[in-house]
């Protein structure tokens, strides 16, 4: 198996690769979307108002939760996701940092 270098960027150049990771496929966007607007959701919400399978659904919200921008609580037979303010914060901030580096040039390109 390849090596992927990460540990050749820094810590922060890792975790906003890592948090641009929730926003890489339309569907993450969606249930991001769904949440922040909703300010709480239920599982099977999420599946209602997306031309997803549970299956697919359940596999994005897995992956938003490993990154931390979403918390989930269990309380069976249902899951209830919400945003996680703090990395959501954290996110806000990191491409906002990012994009305020670029100046435009006089002359580019």
Known sequence: MGVTKTEIFTEE?????DLAKAFAHPARVAILQLLAQKKACVCGDLVDEL?????????HLKELKRIGIIQG?????????CINEPVW???????????????KAAACC
């Open 13 to 17: 150049q890792n975790r906003i690769a």
């Open 51 to 59: 031309p997803l399978a549970q299956a697919t659904v359940s596999q």
């Open 73 to 81: 609580e269990i309380n069976p037979p249902r899951v209830c996701y």
């Open 89 to 103: 914060e954290e996110a806000r901030q990191a491409f906002g940092s990012l994009f305020d580096i670029y100046v």
